[in-house]
């Protein structure tokens, strides 16, 4: 069934150095919500925000806020995003010899530097098509020893801070809204619920994440990054190309595309939308938030965590260099994932610390015989949220 309160985007938004998104494929009905309003305790937009997260686990916040509420300033952040945007491609153009300098993974951290097709992105071996270097939250605010770093990201810590300062602010938002809506545990509620469990300045596993994909030619093969869940907390993202896309589940339709007659280079992007696979198309002034796998165990399954990967981007934009930005929200490391929720202790599974947790779905990618332990929820099924 269709969802008719997801609003369709506006198809004239976009950025204006880049290809137009095109209106000729399937897109995600992400439901827009105003920072504002949310900050404001706006009872209808939490509303809507609690719906988002139970049914899909994916929206668009809008951040186009007029003053700055509860330490949060979305135009702020959208400053601070533009910027960062131009520091990640002063990195991503070093030498890869350079870069590679930074790649901490056999110290068994998942900070600092990945390279091109260094990640396994499905059972098969298939490599990923894309770089990124993580940037840690503790390291950045000092709660922990200072990681080396190339000399082109140093002078920018004070960008890093106030843009995790306001990403972390969005996450604790969100987080309150679903400790006020979740039937939580008496303890649970007592010790502060679900934001006492990712607190700022304790140690986690958060990060800031740079992406760089190069141009990709447009085939069914050319997954940037396999189909995933996120296996924290919260997400933060900035796209400005297409690529990202999201299975819907059945109870979910896409926004159907806009016939314009123009059949050239639109096979490929329509068979990258089979079976429930749907764009999600960047908007200027927002952000991207979705759900990982730890709030589906801390709410039993009641949260959805859902399945998302990234393709080439759709018509001419996939012939443009793809940068994301993202800050992961993450439990605290000595948080156990568990249910905490009522009635919720007969949750099947391991029990782990989140650090174990994010250890190995960080670094099972990076082996070929890591790949089962490092899948999460989608190893499952696809979550069901509320429904």
Not at 21 to 31: G, M, N, R, S
Not at 33 to 46: F, T
Not at 162 to 184: E, K, M, Q, T, W
Not at 279 to 303: E, M, Q, T, W
């Amino acid at each position: 069934m269709p969802h008719s309160d997801h609003s369709p985007s506006p198809l004239n938004a976009g950025f204006a150095d880049l290809p137009p998104f095109p209106e000729t494929v399937p897109t995600a009905p992400l439901l827009r919500i105003s920072l504002q309003k949310l900050l404001q305790g706006n009872a209808d937009e939490e509303e809507r925000c609690w719906k988002a997260c139970c049914d899909l686990g994916f929206f668009y916040l809008d951040l186009r806020t007029e003053d700055t509420a509860q330490g949060v300033d979305g135009q702020s952040l959208l400053r601070d995003a533009d910027q960062l945007f131009e520091v990640m491609k002063g990195f991503f153009d070093l030498d890869v010899q350079e870069k590679v300098k930074y790649d901490f993974a056999d110290q068994g951290s998942y900070f600092g530097y990945k390279g091109l097709g260094v990640g396994i992105v499905d059972k098969k071996g298939t490599r990923d098509r894309n770089e990124f270097y993580n940037i840690s939250k503790d390291d950045t605010l000092g709660l922990s020893s200072k990681l080396p770093s190339p000399e082109v990201l140093n002078s920018h810590r004070a960008l890093y801070e106030s843009y995790i300062n306001s990403s972390h602010g969005i996450c604790d938002a969100v987080l309150s809204i679903l400790s006020s809506r979740l039937p939580l545990s008496a303890p649970t509620t007592q010790n502060g619920g679900l934001p006492a469990l990712h607190k700022l300045h304790s140690i986690s596993g958060d990060q800031i994440r740079f992406v760089k994909a190069p141009p990709q030619k447009q085939d069914i093969a050319s997954v940037a990054l396999g189909e995933h869940t996120d296996f924290g907390s919260v997400t933060v993202l900035f796209n400005r190309l297409g690529g990202l896309q999201v299975r819907l589940p059945d109870y979910i339709d896409a926004i159907p595309p806009v016939s314009t007659g123009k059949t050239e280079g639109l096979g490929v992007d329509t068979r990258l939308c089979r079976d429930g696979w749907a764009y999600v198309r960047p908007l200027p002034g927002h952000c991207i938030v979705n759900l990982g796998d730890a709030l589906v165990k801390f709410s039993n399954g009641k949260l959805r965590s859902n399945i998302h990967r990234v393709v080439a981007p759709p018509g001419e934009q996939g012939a443009v260099t793809r940068y994301s930005l993202v800050y992961f929200c993450r439990p605290e490391d000595e948080v156990r994932l568990k249910a905490l929720v009522e009635g919720g202790d007969e949750q099947e599974g391991e029990e782990v610390t989140a650090k174990e947790w994010i250890l190995r779905r960080a670094l099972g990618r990076r082996t070929q015989d890591g790949w089962e332990k490092s899948e999460g929820t989608e190893a499952v099924s696809m979550r069901s949220g509320g429904k």
